[in-house]
């Protein structure tokens, strides 16, 4: 078993981020069905591939000798701090993007009731802090488990999940309110922040 500092840091983060996950996913469950929804076979075999390589990988090496062969022999020292800090950065960015969206988040593609663009707080930078918030919890993971699969399988299924579904995702939405969702393209970064974001025409 691989239970010291770094990998408690791992579960304590992984608990913080499922804690807030299913306090808005009631949320948005007691706000009623769908308006739409895009949801595939696919997009549910991406949330599994998550998490795999999120919590059934890590939880794996952690508790069991199965991944002993991957391991890292001596990680560097300043690893567990630095995958602490980008956890503790994830997280808070998981709990803007979910506060920010209420009752209109969801875990698959689905146009909630009343959905409008959300263009305040985080969202007034960037269109997919909930993404960016999956690939800095990837990154801690690899910093916090010193494992060549458990440590980086959240950063392979994490990118895929962003190459598939983001352009989805965005297709989805420019369907639904297109102009008014072009314009926000053109104002926002999409995993990265732009910055100097600029209000569009519809804010």
């Given at each position: 078993?691989?239970?010291?500092?770094?990998?408690?840091?791992?579960?304590?983060?992984?608990?913080?981020?499922?804690?807030?996950?299913?306090?808005?996913q009631?949320?948005?469950?007691?706000?009623?069905?769908?308006?739409?929804?895009?949801?595939?076979?696919?997009?549910?075999?991406?949330?599994?591939?998550?998490?795999?390589?999120?919590?059934?990988?890590?939880?794996?090496?952690?508790?069991?000798?199965?991944?002993?062969?991957?391991?890292?022999?001596?990680?560097?020292?300043?690893?567990?701090?630095?995958?602490?800090?980008?956890?503790?950065?994830?997280?808070?960015?998981?709990?803007?993007?979910?506060?920010?969206?209420?009752?209109?988040?969801?875990?698959?593609?689905?146009?909630?009731?009343?959905?409008?663009?959300?263009?305040?707080?985080?969202?007034?930078?960037?269109r997919?802090?909930?993404?960016?918030?999956f690939?800095?919890?990837?990154?801690?993971?690899?910093?916090?488990?010193?494992?060549?699969?458990?440590?980086?399988?959240?950063?392979?299924?994490?990118?895929?999940?962003?190459?598939?579904?983001?352009?989805?995702?965005?297709?989805?939405?420019?369907?639904?309110f297109?102009?008014?969702?072009?314009?926000?393209m053109?104002?926002?970064?999409?995993?990265?922040?732009?910055?100097?974001?600029?209000?569009?025409?519809?804010?």
């Amino acid at each position: 078993m691989h239970l010291h500092a770094p990998q408690a840091i791992f579960l304590v983060g992984l608990l913080a981020y499922q804690g807030i996950r299913t306090i808005y996913q009631r949320r948005a469950r007691a706000a009623g069905p769908s308006r739409a929804n895009h949801s595939t076979a696919l997009d549910k075999s991406l949330i599994g591939l998550v998490a795999i390589g999120q919590m059934v990988l890590p939880l794996i090496y952690i508790f069991t000798p199965w991944l002993d062969g991957a391991s890292y022999a001596d990680p560097p020292d300043a690893w567990p701090a630095a995958g602490a800090l980008v956890w503790a950065a994830g997280l808070w960015l998981f709990w803007r993007a979910h506060a920010e969206l209420g009752t209109w988040w969801s875990i698959t593609l689905e146009i909630r009731p009343n959905h409008q663009i959300v263009q305040r707080g985080v969202y007034r930078f960037m269109r997919h802090p909930m993404y960016a918030a999956f690939l800095l919890f990837a990154l801690a993971q690899a910093l916090l488990l010193p494992n060549a699969v458990a440590g980086m399988g959240a950063l392979v299924a994490v990118g895929i999940l962003c190459i598939v579904r983001i352009p989805r995702e965005e297709a989805m939405m420019c369907e639904v309110f297109g102009q008014a969702y072009r314009d926000y393209m053109q104002a926002t970064g999409g995993v990265v922040p732009r910055l100097s974001a600029r209000r569009s025409r519809t804010a």
